[in-house]
């Protein structure tokens, strides 16, 4: 906790715990947050409890566990008086039933017996969660005086982000409850309201919006008759279309969209306490701002602005705002905007000493044009020790996504490369959020091709203003940063090294194996019915043209993008003598959580370049040799 008007931060959860969602009663003398820090799960190998709400007061004292369910809160709100807190909860597993059928009694260490998974579903599997059957994630009222649970909503659908009316009689949520087809199909989320007691397990939900794309992320005005939300207009483009601030009538009726002349992604409406306001962040040109348009629609204006990167931000009682901000070559930090407008001051520096300490590379974003002359933009890093007239040898790192773009925030991979001496080229190629629907969708069904040029136009631009040697080039990136490396080294080989993380690679291997059916039904069509089309954008129809020696990694268990793409790709390059490695991480999904392979990964990458890309040293850490 730090005062808005600066100073020292006070710790406020002990240290070796791990605590997250912190969020302030209404009347601000308690903080609620999550945390496994409970006792000791019985069924559980690493003696952690189930994540719930813990209560902290203000005052002080030590935390107080305040929920005790079978299952994992997955997010909570605070009701406007204080005196209830509506929960976000799955379905508990069978082991987790069994489990707390036997909690107390004899045999509660023994293992849960394992069940089969019985699948029914069209959309049937989850990276991190698993295979997903019929359990859903539904809404609990939990009052704070007796601790009695009130299930809130019901059926075979998915509710998330509540939010209070601000009378505490109704909440507001997002699911998707099409009735024209099966669910799994589409992304159709739309705003449904709820009453915070109801005794039918919300049966009977007042239907807020229509749209057929997805809405979601509903905020109250302040006198209740309005809920502001975000909205994508364009259901067939789904990933690539913009989502926009709308608000509806609160019981229904014809939607305002506030932001089709912003064409930016926006996200996280609230409302200012006057209601006369709706703030939001902005995804827009390599940065995000936060923004704010009149709650009846109008000229958007820029409260926080400028090239750095708001993560999440709240608005006070009193219209002041702090916001989570971080900046090319600082961390996240916490700063405050005054109600009256004044100067944006940071109140943390959580980084500072640290930051103090390291001699950072200089981050520039450039544009550039493309082979068909579209504009483009990117973050260019030269190493810390950069002298001008010197041709650094340069990583071209593409970006996950499609739909991402590198952002004005502190990103460690480019700042590891350049301090090991590396021009590093972060593009915004088409495909990237942040300039528009139209450059956004430019590669939909046609991966590798614009967003390739783009790419190599950074390349080009760095090569042609005297900063990267076109001799010393690697690529490299993850998700769709591999499969845009993959790409890359079917169609060129200027590169020297390539790493290929998590990135598909024959793309029918995907369909029903990963989370994506739907994905790629709506972009690319049936395999069965559209083959050609499929062929096409898979790299593998094209791995003879590819020499660049290639690191390949992946997580074990990645259900996002399944390791069978880098086997396959592995395989393909053993076979026709390419220099290649494979690194499997045991346990690890799409995106790493164990510091140990973490560090892992980034010596690896650093060892793979240096021999291939600089000419220095073996191409695998030497204790990390496989044996003979």
């Known amino acids: 906790?730090?005062?808005?008007?600066?100073?020292?931060?006070?710790?406020?959860?002990?240290?070796?715990?791990?605590?997250?969602?912190?969020?302030?009663?209404?009347?601000?003398?308690?903080?609620?947050?999550?945390?496994?820090?409970?006792?000791?799960?019985?069924?559980?190998?690493?003696?952690?409890?189930?994540?719930?709400?813990?209560?902290?007061?203000?005052?002080?004292?030590?935390?107080?566990?305040?929920?005790?369910?079978?299952?994992?809160?997955?997010?909570?709100?605070?009701?406007?008086?204080?005196?209830?807190?509506?929960?976000?909860?799955?379905?508990?597993?069978?082991?987790?039933?069994?489990?707390?059928?036997?909690?107390?009694?004899?045999?509660?260490?023994?293992?849960?017996?394992?069940?089969?998974?019985?699948?029914?579903?069209?959309?049937?599997k989850e990276d991190e969660i698993g295979y997903l059957d019929r359990r859903r994630t539904h809404l609990y009222v939990f009052s704070l005086a007796d601790h009695k649970m009130t299930q809130i909503t019901s059926g075979d659908y998915d509710d998330s982000s509540p939010a209070w009316s601000p009378d505490g009689r109704s909440i507001a949520f997002a699911s998707n409850r099409s009735d024209s087809e099966d669910p799994d199909m589409n992304y159709n989320t739309d705003i449904w309201v709820v009453s915070a007691d109801n005794a039918d397990k919300g049966k009977t939900p007042v239907h807020v919006t229509t749209n057929l794309g997805a809405d979601g992320d509903p905020a109250w005005s302040p006198d209740g008759k309005w809920i502001a939300y975000t909205t994508q207009l364009e259901a067939k483009l789904f990933q690539y279309a913009t989502f926009h601030i709308a608000i509806s009538p609160s019981t229904g009726g014809e939607p305002k969209v506030l932001t089709l002349k912003l064409d930016r992604n926006s996200s996280e409406p609230r409302f200012s306490p006057d209601g006369q306001w709706i703030y939001f962040i902005a995804d827009d040109d390599g940065t995000q701002n936060l923004l704010r348009?009149?709650?009846?629609?109008?000229?958007?204006?820029?409260?926080?602005?400028?090239?750095?990167?708001?993560?999440?931000?709240?608005?006070?009682?009193?219209?002041?705002?702090?916001?989570?901000?971080?900046?090319?070559?600082?961390?996240?930090?916490?700063?405050?905007?005054?109600?009256?407008?004044?100067?944006?001051?940071?109140?943390?520096?959580?980084?500072?000493?640290?930051?103090?300490?390291?001699?950072?590379?200089?981050?520039?974003?450039?544009?550039?044009?493309?082979?068909?002359?579209?504009?483009?933009?990117?973050?260019?890093?030269?190493?810390?020790?950069?002298?001008?007239?010197?041709?650094?040898?340069?990583?071209?790192?593409?970006?996950?996504?499609?739909?991402?773009?590198?952002?004005?925030?502190?990103?460690?991979?480019?700042?590891?490369?350049?301090?090991?001496?590396?021009?590093?080229?972060?593009?915004?190629?088409?495909?990237?959020?942040?300039?528009?629907?139209?450059?956004?969708?430019?590669?939909?069904a046609d991966w590798g091709h614009k967003d390739f040029e783009d790419d190599m136009a950074m390349v080009d631009y760095a090569v042609a203003q005297g900063v990267s040697d076109p001799d010393k080039l690697g690529v490299g990136g993850w998700s769709y940063g591999g499969i845009s490396t993959n790409f890359i080294i079917t169609q060129t080989t200027r590169f020297k090294a390539a790493m290929s993380g998590a990135g598909t690679f024959l793309n029918i291997t995907n369909w029903g194996h990963d989370l994506y059916s739907r994905d790629w039904e709506i972009e690319l069509g049936l395999p069965w019915e559209h083959r050609e089309l499929w062929e096409k954008l898979s790299a593998f129809n094209r791995v003879t043209k590819i020499k660049t020696p290639t690191l390949i990694m992946g997580g074990e268990i990645d259900w996002n993008v399944p390791v069978i793409n880098g086997e396959q790709m592995y395989q393909s390059l053993k076979r026709l003598g390419v220099p290649t490695l494979l690194v499997v991480y045991p346990g690890e999904y799409h995106e790493f959580s164990r510091p140990s392979f973490i560090q892992d990964r980034y010596e690896r990458y650093l060892y793979w370049y240096g021999h291939y890309v600089k000419g220095e040293g073996p191409a695998i850490p030497p204790a990390a040799k496989p044996a003979d």
Request: aromatic letters at 10%; one cysteine or more.
């Open 293 to 444: 348009v009149p709650a009846m629609g109008g000229e958007i204006t820029r409260p926080i602005g400028g090239r750095r990167m708001v993560e999440s931000f709240t608005v006070g009682k009193d219209g002041a705002v702090s916001a989570v901000i971080g900046e090319l070559t600082h961390p996240d930090e916490v700063y405050y905007l005054p109600a009256s407008g004044g100067d944006l001051r940071r109140l943390t520096t959580t980084n500072d000493a640290l930051m103090a300490q390291l001699h950072l590379p200089d981050v520039e974003y450039v544009h550039f044009k493309s082979k068909d002359g579209t504009a483009v933009s990117g973050y260019l890093y030269k190493p810390p020790d950069y002298k001008p007239g010197v041709k650094y040898p340069t990583i071209l790192r593409p970006h996950g996504g499609p739909v991402w773009a590198y952002y004005a925030e502190f990103n460690f991979d480019p700042q590891l490369f350049a301090a090991n001496g590396y021009v590093v080229l972060t593009p915004n190629p088409r495909g990237s959020s942040g300039y528009g629907q139209d450059f956004c969708k430019a590669i939909y």
């Open 1 to 124: 906790m730090v005062a808005t008007s600066g100073g020292n931060p006070i710790a406020l959860t002990a240290e070796g715990s791990s605590s997250s969602h912190a969020r302030w009663s209404p009347d601000g003398k308690y903080l609620a947050f999550l945390s496994n820090r409970g006792a000791a799960s019985e069924d559980s190998e690493d003696e952690k409890g189930k994540k719930g709400v813990w209560v902290l007061n203000r005052a002080g004292g030590e935390a107080q566990q305040l929920t005790d369910t079978i299952q994992d809160v997955d997010s909570f709100a605070w009701s406007p008086s204080g005196d209830r807190i509506v929960l976000v909860l799955r379905d508990p597993t069978p082991e987790e039933l069994e489990a707390a059928k036997t909690k107390g009694k004899d045999d509660a260490k023994a293992k849960p017996k394992p069940h089969p998974f019985v699948i029914d579903r069209l959309h049937f």
